[in-house]
Protein backbone atom coordinates (compact mmCIF):
# COMPACT_ATOMS: atom_id res chain seq x y z
CA UNK A 1 0.00 0.00 0.00
CA UNK A 2 2.75 2.60 0.78
CA UNK A 3 4.22 1.61 -2.33
CA UNK A 4 1.13 2.84 -4.20
CA UNK A 5 0.80 5.67 -2.58
CA UNK A 6 4.34 6.75 -3.20
CA UNK A 7 3.53 5.47 -6.59
CA UNK A 8 0.13 7.87 -6.69
CA UNK A 9 2.27 10.59 -5.02
CA UNK A 10 4.98 10.54 -7.74
CA UNK A 11 2.43 10.06 -10.54
CA UNK A 12 0.56 13.91 -8.93
CA UNK A 13 3.83 15.98 -8.83
CA UNK A 14 4.84 14.97 -11.96
CA UNK A 15 1.31 15.75 -13.68
CA UNK A 16 1.53 19.39 -11.17
CA UNK A 17 5.78 19.61 -12.70
CA UNK A 18 4.03 19.36 -16.17
CA UNK A 19 1.30 21.89 -15.94
CA UNK A 20 3.34 24.19 -14.37
CA UNK A 21 6.28 23.86 -17.17
CA UNK A 22 3.64 24.63 -20.21
CA UNK A 23 1.82 27.70 -18.32
CA UNK A 24 5.64 28.95 -18.19
CA UNK A 25 6.17 28.05 -21.91
CA UNK A 26 2.98 29.95 -22.64
CA UNK A 27 3.48 32.61 -20.89
CA UNK A 28 6.91 33.02 -22.19
CA UNK A 29 5.45 32.39 -25.85
CA UNK A 30 2.95 35.20 -25.47
CA UNK A 31 5.69 37.73 -24.10
CA UNK A 32 7.83 37.04 -27.08
CA UNK A 33 4.99 37.34 -29.81
CA UNK A 34 3.69 41.22 -27.82
CA UNK A 35 7.27 42.07 -28.24
CA UNK A 36 7.30 41.10 -31.76
CA UNK A 37 4.12 42.66 -32.67
CA UNK A 38 5.44 45.99 -31.01
CA UNK A 39 7.85 46.23 -32.96
CA UNK A 40 6.06 47.03 -35.69
CA UNK A 41 4.61 50.50 -33.92
CA UNK A 42 6.35 53.28 -33.16
CA UNK A 43 5.82 53.17 -29.30
CA UNK A 44 6.94 54.90 -26.68
CA UNK A 45 9.37 51.94 -25.56
CA UNK A 46 11.15 51.43 -29.05
CA UNK A 47 14.31 53.30 -29.26
CA UNK A 48 14.19 54.96 -32.64
CA UNK A 49 18.26 55.74 -33.53
CA UNK A 50 17.36 57.84 -37.09
CA UNK A 51 15.40 60.24 -34.90
CA UNK A 52 16.75 63.72 -37.18
CA UNK A 53 18.07 66.27 -34.89
CA UNK A 54 17.36 69.83 -36.77
CA UNK A 55 20.34 71.90 -37.46
CA UNK A 56 20.58 75.36 -35.72
CA UNK A 57 19.31 78.26 -38.41
CA UNK A 58 21.89 80.68 -38.44
CA UNK A 59 19.65 84.41 -38.59
CA UNK A 60 21.67 87.47 -40.35
CA UNK A 61 20.41 90.58 -41.73
CA UNK A 62 22.39 92.79 -44.60
CA UNK A 63 24.47 95.46 -43.03
CA UNK A 64 25.64 96.66 -46.30
CA UNK A 65 26.18 96.11 -50.05
CA UNK A 66 28.34 96.53 -52.53
CA UNK A 67 28.75 96.51 -56.25
CA UNK A 68 31.07 93.06 -57.98
CA UNK A 69 32.54 93.31 -60.82
CA UNK A 70 30.10 90.70 -63.11
CA UNK A 71 33.48 89.43 -64.98
CA UNK A 72 34.05 87.65 -61.82
CA UNK A 73 33.45 84.62 -61.79
CA UNK A 74 34.12 83.97 -58.03
CA UNK A 75 35.76 81.41 -56.19
CA UNK A 76 37.92 82.20 -53.47
CA UNK A 77 37.49 85.47 -51.39
CA UNK A 78 39.87 86.67 -48.78
CA UNK A 79 40.43 89.90 -46.62
CA UNK A 80 43.53 91.53 -46.71
CA UNK A 81 44.79 95.02 -45.48
CA UNK A 82 41.61 96.42 -46.32
CA UNK A 83 41.52 95.10 -49.26
CA UNK A 84 39.79 92.17 -51.18
CA UNK A 85 42.09 89.57 -52.82
CA UNK A 86 39.64 87.86 -55.01
CA UNK A 87 40.51 84.38 -56.87
CA UNK A 88 38.30 83.86 -60.62
CA UNK A 89 37.54 80.83 -62.81
CA UNK A 90 36.54 79.93 -65.76
CA UNK A 91 38.98 78.65 -68.54
CA UNK A 92 41.06 81.30 -70.26
CA UNK A 93 39.77 83.99 -67.77
CA UNK A 94 41.02 82.59 -64.81
CA UNK A 95 42.66 85.82 -62.44
CA UNK A 96 43.80 86.43 -58.74
CA UNK A 97 42.94 89.85 -57.88
CA UNK A 98 43.08 92.89 -55.66
CA UNK A 99 39.59 94.64 -55.42
CA UNK A 100 38.21 98.12 -53.10
CA UNK A 101 35.39 96.22 -52.32
CA UNK A 102 33.76 99.01 -51.25
CA UNK A 103 33.51 100.17 -54.75
CA UNK A 104 34.00 97.02 -56.89
CA UNK A 105 36.97 98.81 -59.09
CA UNK A 106 39.80 96.45 -59.43
CA UNK A 107 43.10 97.41 -58.95
CA UNK A 108 44.98 94.56 -60.20
CA UNK A 109 44.63 91.84 -62.02
CA UNK A 110 47.25 88.63 -63.01
CA UNK A 111 45.57 86.55 -65.51
CA UNK A 112 46.40 83.13 -65.20
CA UNK A 113 43.86 80.80 -66.79
CA UNK A 114 44.78 78.74 -70.05
CA UNK A 115 42.35 76.65 -72.27
CA UNK A 116 43.75 74.11 -69.05
CA UNK A 117 43.80 76.20 -66.46
CA UNK A 118 40.69 76.78 -64.27
CA UNK A 119 41.30 78.66 -61.27
CA UNK A 120 39.74 77.91 -57.61
CA UNK A 121 39.63 78.47 -54.23
CA UNK A 122 42.44 81.28 -52.35
CA UNK A 123 43.33 81.06 -48.98
CA UNK A 124 46.06 83.54 -47.00
CA UNK A 125 48.33 81.98 -44.69
CA UNK A 126 51.73 83.47 -43.51
CA UNK A 127 52.03 86.09 -46.15
CA UNK A 128 51.24 83.64 -48.95
CA UNK A 129 48.69 83.14 -51.53
CA UNK A 130 47.55 79.31 -51.90
CA UNK A 131 45.50 79.28 -55.42
CA UNK A 132 44.27 75.78 -56.34
CA UNK A 133 43.26 75.08 -60.04
CA UNK A 134 39.91 72.25 -60.76
CA UNK A 135 41.25 69.53 -62.58
CA UNK A 136 44.82 70.32 -63.39
CA UNK A 137 46.26 69.47 -60.06
CA UNK A 138 48.17 72.53 -59.59
CA UNK A 139 48.69 74.77 -56.49
CA UNK A 140 49.82 78.04 -57.36
CA UNK A 141 52.30 79.98 -54.59
CA UNK A 142 52.48 84.02 -54.71
CA UNK A 143 54.20 86.25 -52.83
CA UNK A 144 51.27 88.34 -50.65
CA UNK A 145 52.58 91.42 -51.85
CA UNK A 146 53.35 90.59 -55.27
CA UNK A 147 50.50 88.70 -57.35
CA UNK A 148 52.18 89.30 -60.99
CA UNK A 149 53.90 85.37 -60.64
CA UNK A 150 53.65 82.79 -58.20
CA UNK A 151 56.86 81.80 -56.45
CA UNK A 152 56.02 77.94 -56.32
CA UNK A 153 53.58 75.88 -57.04
CA UNK A 154 52.92 71.97 -55.64
CA UNK A 155 50.53 69.35 -57.18
CA UNK A 156 47.01 68.01 -55.37
CA UNK A 157 46.05 64.71 -56.32
CA UNK A 158 42.59 66.00 -55.79
CA UNK A 159 40.20 68.32 -57.44
CA UNK A 160 40.94 71.59 -56.18
CA UNK A 161 37.56 73.36 -55.20
CA UNK A 162 37.57 75.73 -51.77
CA UNK A 163 40.99 76.47 -49.50
CA UNK A 164 41.15 78.13 -46.11
CA UNK A 165 43.50 77.38 -43.36
CA UNK A 166 43.46 77.18 -39.40
CA UNK A 167 46.33 78.25 -37.37
CA UNK A 168 48.88 75.14 -38.44
CA UNK A 169 47.04 73.95 -41.42
CA UNK A 170 45.31 74.72 -44.83
CA UNK A 171 41.73 73.23 -45.28
CA UNK A 172 40.88 72.25 -48.88
CA UNK A 173 37.75 70.91 -50.01
CA UNK A 174 37.60 69.07 -53.65
CA UNK A 175 33.70 68.68 -53.80
CA UNK A 176 33.15 65.41 -52.13
CA UNK A 177 31.67 65.26 -48.71
CA UNK A 178 35.92 65.50 -47.26
CA UNK A 179 37.80 68.33 -45.82
CA UNK A 180 41.45 67.63 -46.18
CA UNK A 181 43.98 69.00 -43.60
CA UNK A 182 47.10 70.00 -45.54
CA UNK A 183 50.55 70.90 -44.24
CA UNK A 184 51.41 74.20 -46.13
CA UNK A 185 55.32 73.87 -46.28
CA UNK A 186 55.39 70.59 -48.91
CA UNK A 187 51.69 70.04 -49.28
CA UNK A 188 51.98 66.93 -47.71
CA UNK A 189 48.07 65.68 -46.32
CA UNK A 190 48.17 64.66 -42.95
CA UNK A 191 44.46 64.06 -42.30
CA UNK A 192 40.80 63.63 -43.70
CA UNK A 193 37.48 63.88 -41.98
CA UNK A 194 33.85 63.49 -43.78
CA UNK A 195 31.15 66.13 -43.25
CA UNK A 196 27.88 65.05 -42.00
CA UNK A 197 24.31 66.37 -41.38
CA UNK A 198 22.35 63.70 -39.31
CA UNK A 199 24.85 61.07 -40.37
CA UNK A 200 23.79 61.34 -43.80
CA UNK A 201 27.23 62.69 -45.65
CA UNK A 202 27.39 66.45 -46.91
CA UNK A 203 28.41 66.50 -50.67
CA UNK A 204 29.35 69.85 -53.08
CA UNK A 205 31.48 71.28 -50.00
CA UNK A 206 33.10 73.94 -52.20
CA UNK A 207 34.31 77.89 -50.86
CA UNK A 208 35.76 77.74 -47.66
CA UNK A 209 36.45 80.31 -44.78
CA UNK A 210 37.84 79.77 -41.06
CA UNK A 211 35.66 81.78 -38.58
CA UNK A 212 36.57 81.63 -34.58
CA UNK A 213 37.23 77.95 -34.90
CA UNK A 214 34.95 76.32 -37.40
CA UNK A 215 34.75 76.00 -41.65
CA UNK A 216 32.02 77.86 -43.41
CA UNK A 217 31.23 76.25 -46.31
CA UNK A 218 29.31 77.28 -49.64
CA UNK A 219 27.45 74.21 -51.34
CA UNK A 220 27.35 74.47 -54.69
CA UNK A 221 24.88 75.30 -56.40
CA UNK A 222 22.28 76.24 -53.52
CA UNK A 223 21.91 79.26 -51.52
CA UNK A 224 23.35 77.62 -48.08
CA UNK A 225 26.29 78.43 -45.98
CA UNK A 226 26.88 75.56 -43.94
CA UNK A 227 28.72 75.89 -40.58
CA UNK A 228 31.01 72.68 -40.11
CA UNK A 229 33.21 72.30 -36.90
CA UNK A 230 36.34 70.59 -38.18
CA UNK A 231 36.72 68.64 -35.18
CA UNK A 232 33.92 65.95 -35.91
CA UNK A 233 32.65 66.83 -39.29
CA UNK A 234 29.72 67.51 -38.18
CA UNK A 235 27.23 70.36 -39.87
CA UNK A 236 26.41 72.94 -36.79
CA UNK A 237 24.40 75.26 -38.19
CA UNK A 238 23.23 76.63 -41.77
CA UNK A 239 22.63 80.10 -43.30
CA UNK A 240 19.91 80.38 -46.20
CA UNK A 241 20.95 83.01 -48.54
CA UNK A 242 17.89 82.57 -51.01
CA UNK A 243 16.36 85.47 -52.79
CA UNK A 244 19.27 87.28 -51.43
CA UNK A 245 20.27 88.46 -54.81
CA UNK A 246 17.09 89.24 -56.06
CA UNK A 247 15.73 90.97 -53.56
CA UNK A 248 19.04 93.66 -53.67
CA UNK A 249 19.62 93.19 -57.60
CA UNK A 250 16.03 92.56 -59.15
CA UNK A 251 16.70 93.77 -62.63
CA UNK A 252 19.87 90.91 -62.54
CA UNK A 253 19.26 87.70 -64.16
CA UNK A 254 21.78 84.97 -63.09
CA UNK A 255 22.34 81.55 -65.30
CA UNK A 256 20.73 79.06 -63.80
CA UNK A 257 23.59 76.53 -62.29
CA UNK A 258 26.33 78.56 -62.97
CA UNK A 259 25.80 82.15 -62.21
CA UNK A 260 25.33 80.80 -58.00
CA UNK A 261 26.17 81.92 -54.73
CA UNK A 262 29.42 81.47 -53.85
CA UNK A 263 32.47 83.72 -51.68
CA UNK A 264 33.16 83.70 -48.07
CA UNK A 265 35.47 86.17 -46.92
CA UNK A 266 36.09 87.36 -43.34
CA UNK A 267 38.22 90.01 -41.49
CA UNK A 268 38.75 89.30 -37.55
CA UNK A 269 40.00 92.90 -37.43
CA UNK A 270 36.57 94.54 -38.19
CA UNK A 271 33.87 91.21 -37.79
CA UNK A 272 33.10 92.25 -41.77
CA UNK A 273 31.91 88.90 -43.08
CA UNK A 274 31.01 89.29 -47.00
CA UNK A 275 29.50 86.98 -49.37
CA UNK A 276 28.65 86.98 -52.75
CA UNK A 277 28.19 85.04 -56.39
CA UNK A 278 29.75 83.91 -59.42
CA UNK A 279 29.53 87.23 -61.47
CA UNK A 280 27.05 88.77 -59.06
CA UNK A 281 26.66 92.50 -59.46
CA UNK A 282 26.55 92.79 -55.82
CA UNK A 283 28.33 91.90 -52.25
CA UNK A 284 26.46 91.29 -49.64
CA UNK A 285 28.09 92.64 -45.71
CA UNK A 286 26.18 90.27 -43.22
CA UNK A 287 25.94 90.32 -39.49
CA UNK A 288 24.70 87.30 -37.56
Same mark, same amino acid.
Given at each position: ?????????????????????? &?? =???????????? #??? /????? @??????????????????????PHDTSAYTQGLEFHNGKLIEGT???????????????????KKHMMGTDKIFGEGITIFNNKIYQLTWESHIVYVYDVNNIDK?? &?? =???????????? #??? /????? @??????????PDDFRLKSTIGITENDSPVYQINEL???????????????????IDPSSGFVVGKMDLAGVIQKFAPAYLPEAGVEVLNGIAYDSATKKFLVTGKRWPKMFELKF
Open positions: MLTGLLHQNSSLLLLISLFTMN &KF =FALAALLVLAAC #NGN /DKDGP @DVIDNSIVKSIPVIAYTVRAEYGDFKNSSLRITDYKTGKVEPV &KT =FNWPYDGWGITH #NAT /DLIIS @DGTAKLYFVNEYIDGFVFANLYQKDIIVK
